[in-house]
């Protein structure tokens, strides 16, 4: 079968840095796509790794391990607008993206 | 009309009736997808279209179905509704699929069937 998981819900400071992980178990692998939710709108693009390693962008950094179907999404300088939900998606066998259930990432000031 | 759109924002629907969902996309994507979106579940794919004039089947097809008459066009049938589909609803689209190309998503409609 194929799986995504991520924690449910995660709870970081103002100020500080946060790892949301993401692991998964695909019938093939075309690349891991990040994505931020606030809650009530669409989903948006954070990243895209289809290799080993570490991209990053700004506050926001993301790894991939094909090896141990492991990705995480690295989170500095939290900001109360970075409260919002943070989508893990599988490009698989057949392209289409396969998705985690998401991370509700709670900021306290 | 700049990015995707989509009619309409919100709908509150007898059991039994005959639905269409709205998706217009003017980035000239090739690929388009219908999602819904429930709570504590990820986003499952309903159907997809790689290009005009051809369809997919995703996770959840049943009860669906869809057309892609145009590249800019990609609507969603609900042809009987029923209570299970009340759920949110977000179109997306992309360049090619499989080329990492990220998917770009409508504000999506709130479906209750009752």
């Known amino acids: 079968g194929q799986n995504i998981d991520q924690p449910t819900e995660m709870t970081a400071t103002e100020g500080a840095i946060v790892q949301i992980n993401c692991t998964y178990q695909?019938?093939?692998?075309?690349?891991l796509f990040w994505y931020q939710q606030h809650a009530g709108e669409a989903p948006t693009f954070l990243s895209y790794n289809v290799l080993d390693g570490l991209e990053e962008k700004g506050r926001f950094s993301s790894f991939l391990s094909r090896s141990k179907g492991y990705s995480y999404l690295l989170l500095k300088e939290l900001q109360m607008k970075d409260s919002a939900s943070y989508l893990c998606a599988v490009t698989g066998s057949n392209y289409q993206l396969i998705w985690g259930a998401g991370t509700k990432l709670i900021i306290k000031p | 009309i700049a990015g995707i759109t989509q009619a309409p924002t919100s709908q509150i629907l007898a059991a039994g009736r005959r639905m269409t969902l709205r998706c217009t996309q003017d980035m000239r994507h090739n690929a388009m997808y219908w999602y819904r979106q429930d709570l504590g579940l990820g986003l499952r794919l309903i159907h997809y279209?790689?290009?005009?004039?051809?369809?997919g089947k995703g996770e959840v097809p049943d009860g669906y179905s869809v057309s892609r008459a145009n590249t800019d066009d990609f609507p969603l049938t609900l042809a009987s509704a029923v209570p299970s589909q009340t759920s949110v609803y977000f179109c997306?689209?992309?360049?090619?699929?499989?080329?990492?190309?990220?998917?770009?998503f409508g504000p999506g409609t709130r479906l209750t069937v009752l």
């Open positions: 695909t019938s093939g692998f075309n690349g």
């Open positions: 997306a689209s992309s360049g090619l699929a499989g080329e990492g190309n990220e998917q770009f």
């Open positions: 279209s790689n290009t005009a004039g051809t369809t």
